[in-house]
């Protein structure tokens, strides 16, 4: 096992280490979604006349829906398959109708989901200094060598690596750094659970690490449930490639001032 995932884990393992996580990933849920009360008033008229495609059509127009179902990003992209597809929204509005009005409010005005507001949070926790070297400018970065992290979208720094490090995935990345003259490339995750898409979440920052890259070191900023020793995919291949620089951002700082 690489030596910066085994303090990772002893971390996660021996010392408060969601306590302190949270510092990196304040995953504080937003308040309630709020929904409009003339479009609520609108929706409520549409549900006690039952006007299936017309409900139907007011509901898509919410940042979110009141039920998962696999044919609604399909009616959401394509609002004009509402009308040819009567059966399917007589089904859907059955489910609504059982839901009825004040489960509707509710499922319509849930926070957002946390997962969903963890991406930025590492680059704010990045901004408080706490790695104790500047966050600049790509202009900035490139204008001397001293230790700083490069400040701009996740976008801006793939296209920043792919000019100056041969990087060839087209992904965006969450960190780029230069500690005593060594340059750092990397992607931030807080994997919340096991299986399905936190399971792909990992995947994706491993294709990172694996990128053959010029000049500079591909890590994984991980953090989360991968550290939990057991017979789980995660930790098995944190075992199993001590190759691969996979470090919590709780010891990121040690890691680059040691480079």
Not at 15 to 38: A, H
Not at 181 to 188: L, Q
Request: a negative charge; charged letters at 25%; hydrophobic letters at 40%.
């Amino acid at each position: 096992m690489n030596y910066w995932s085994q303090l990772s884990i002893d971390y996660a393992n021996q010392r408060n280490y969601l306590d302190d996580l949270f510092s990196v990933y304040p995953t504080i849920p937003d308040g309630i979604r709020d929904i409009e009360q003339n479009a609520w008033n609108d929706i409520q008229a549409a549900f006690n006349d039952n006007n299936d495609s017309h409900l139907f059509k007011l509901l898509l127009g919410l940042k979110l829906f009141p039920i998962k179902d696999s044919y609604i990003a399909y009616l959401r992209r394509d609002a004009s398959a509402i009308d040819r597809n009567p059966a399917t929204i007589a089904r859907l509005c059955g489910r609504l109708k059982e839901l009825g009005l004040d489960r509707i409010l509710e499922k319509c005005s849930e926070p957002k989901e946390t997962n969903r507001q963890i991406g930025p949070l590492f680059r704010r926790w990045l901004k408080k200094g706490t790695i104790g070297a500047p966050m600049v400018s790509i202009a900035d970065f490139l204008d001397n060598n001293n230790n700083a992290i490069v400040d701009a979208s996740d976008a801006e720094m793939k296209n920043f690596a792919i000019a100056h490090f041969n990087y060839t995935r087209d992904k965006g990345l969450d960190f780029i750094g230069r500690f005593n003259g060594n340059y750092v490339i990397g992607e931030a995750k807080f994997l919340t659970d096991f299986g399905g898409h936190q399971n792909a979440q990992f995947e994706d920052g491993i294709q990172t690490v694996k990128a053959e890259v010029k000049g500079a070191t591909a890590i994984a900023i991980y953090d989360g449930v991968c550290y939990i020793q057991g017979d789980n995919k995660l930790y098995r291949f944190i075992d199993n490639n001590s190759d691969f620089v996979i470090l919590s951002a709780l010891v990121l700082r040690e890691y680059l001032y040691q480079l």
